[in-house]
């Protein structure tokens, strides 16, 4: 069983630096920094070399005001203590969804998996050989003609 999405707890947000001069636009680009567990990082990489990764930011309470961007910068030195890798996403925000210093969750696309059975997580049991679900169907049977 794969996953095909890395869910974060919070990113914060920043607006990229202007010189003195630049034409300041409506929805200037942000970056949304944040990190994800280092055994991840393998994974990431391999996709990265395929193309590029979708991340979304997610308003905290309210998942259906977000915004989309890709994944900029993946830091492969891995923080020591937490055991984390620091990611950094750029979002174009035109619709100016992003706002600089908000909080935000995140999530982090790998793979977008089509034509798979999709299950509760409460319908997964761990067996012997691992992950396993079962199906109960009732089975009508016709009486043959009586």
Avoid at 20 to 49: C, H, N, W
Avoid at 117 to 122: G, K, W
Wanted: charged share 20%; glycine share 6%.
């Amino acid at each position: 069983m794969s996953f095909a999405q890395i869910e974060m707890d919070s990113a914060e947000l920043e607006r990229v630096l202007f010189n003195e001069g630049d034409e300041l636009k409506r929805g200037e680009t942000i970056y949304a920094d944040f990190s994800v567990p280092e055994e991840q990082l393998p994974a990431i990489q391999e996709r990265m070399r395929n193309g590029e990764l979708n991340v979304t930011a997610m308003m905290p309470g309210n998942p259906t005001l977000s915004a989309t961007g890709k994944l900029l910068f993946v830091d492969n030195a891995a923080d020591t203590e937490p055991a984390k890798v620091a990611l950094r996403a750029r979002f174009a925000n035109d619709d100016e969804t992003l706002w600089p210093g908000e909080t935000v969750d995140v999530a982090l696309t790998l793979a977008t998996l089509t034509n798979v059975v999709v299950v509760p997580s409460s319908a997964v049991q761990l067996g012997l050989a691992g992950p396993l679900s079962s199906l109960s169907a009732r089975i009508s049977r016709s009486n043959g003609g009586s």
